[in-house]
């Protein structure tokens, strides 16, 4: 084996690492979007999620660790769409940002 052949296949191996990684972030970026905007009466539309921002921070022992920022489309009423935004640390939520949109009716319960 080559130490160009070494170089290639490590530098493949760290790739396809990333990816699958991200790949589990993003699904539980997702999942936590879900639970939100249906705690808050909102759907979300067309379930993507598309990455917005990646960088490095510390977290809380000084480790450096990958910081992401996604963004995804969401509606209170079924005919507008706004874009909201999570962000996730490792794998540790760290916040949902939504703008402002129309609160969807909740019906009134007889009592």
């Not at 972030?25 to 067309?46: F, I």
């Not at 921002?53 to 079924?78: C, H, K, M, P």
Request: net charge positive.
């Amino acid at each position: 084996m080559s130490l160009s052949f070494l170089f290639w296949a490590t530098l493949v191996i760290a790739f396809i690492s990333f990816w699958w990684q991200s790949d589990k972030v993003k699904a539980t970026a997702l999942r936590h979007v879900y639970q939100y905007c249906k705690q808050q009466s909102l759907q979300v539309l067309d379930q993507t999620m598309v990455l917005n921002g990646l960088w490095f921070q510390r977290n809380d022992d000084g480790a450096i660790q990958l910081r992401r920022r996604y963004v995804f489309e969401f509606t209170s009423t079924g005919e507008e769409r706004y874009r909201g935004s999570v962000e996730i640390s490792g794998n540790r939520l760290q916040r949902i940002t939504l703008p402002p949109h129309i609160l969807p009716e909740v019906p009134q319960q007889l009592h």
